[in-house]
């Protein structure tokens, strides 16, 4: 199967070519993704200056302001964008002209756009990207120090920093754990949630006593470590004096 292109008219607008499909024209073509299993495309695109996130199988919702890179889910049934401010392509040229104070607020605001038509925000300067984690159809961004899933928060982060690469949802979202460095050089805190196992992709093991929960995880270079935490939820999980 031939990926996704675009193709540019003589007048300069793009049209987008899927499966033998063309879509457009469109002033301009921002980002565009094929699924997995190669059912459909997904793109951001603005058209007479109204932008859009459209998908190959008919749905189409509008958005605003300036589009990030596009993200699916793992099972191509969703996308999402975060998008910078909410002025269309020409409105924020005539407001970087007319008023510049303005439109660097407007522009230090984030929403959140779906394929579904569900948009939040707005969000502050601090919004960091929006992403789906490996295996997990929800979505999940961070403004700031706040951790949302498809929208809701769901955690506050008391620790820095935060790297998605090391944060591990349950199928359901319900449960999580992820890995960040404490003040201490080179020392790993995994945080749970609810009092019961995180959602790890590894194998692991757990003993109780006095109270406390002992986590062995191994991890995916062969190694494994023991970590206790105590009964709170959301609660940073102390390192063992016992290495393995």
Not at 199 to 205: C, D, E, K, V
Request: aromatic share 14%; charged share 25%; net charge positive.
């Amino acid at each position: 199967m031939r990926p996704p292109s675009t193709e540019v008219e003589d007048h300069g607008n793009q049209k987008v070519v899927f499966k033998g499909k063309t879509f457009g024209p469109y002033l301009s073509v921002f980002s565009i993704l094929a699924t997995p299993d190669g059912s459909r495309v997904y793109f951001t695109a603005d058209e007479k200056d109204k932008l859009w996130i459209i998908c190959s199988d008919g749905r189409r919702v509008p958005i605003a302001g300036s589009p990030r890179d596009l993200k699916l889910s793992p099972d191509g049934k969703n996308a999402v964008v975060a998008c910078t401010g909410s002025l269309s392509p020409a409105e924020q040229e005539k407001l970087a002209v007319t008023d510049p104070e303005k439109f660097n607020a407007e522009m230090n605001k984030t929403f959140v756009y779906t394929i579904e038509g569900k948009k939040f925000g707005p969000y502050s300067m601090d919004f960091k990207d929006v992403w789906f984690s490996v295996g997990n159809n929800n979505f999940f961004f961070l403004d700031g120090n706040q951790l949302y899933m498809n929208g809701a928060p769901i955690l506050t982060l008391s620790i820095e920093p935060f790297s998605i690469c090391d944060f591990y949802p349950s199928a359901d979202g319900k449960r999580y754990a992820f890995f960040t460095i404490d003040r201490t050089p080179g020392f790993l805190v995994p945080f749970v949630s609810r009092r019961r196992r995180p959602g790890l992709p590894w194998p692991l093991s757990s003993r109780k006593s006095s109270g406390s929960r002992a986590w062995r995880i191994r991890f995916r270079f062969g190694l494994s470590r023991c970590y206790t935490s105590s009964t709170a939820e959301n609660t940073p999980i102390s390192q063992s004096a016992t290495f393995r």
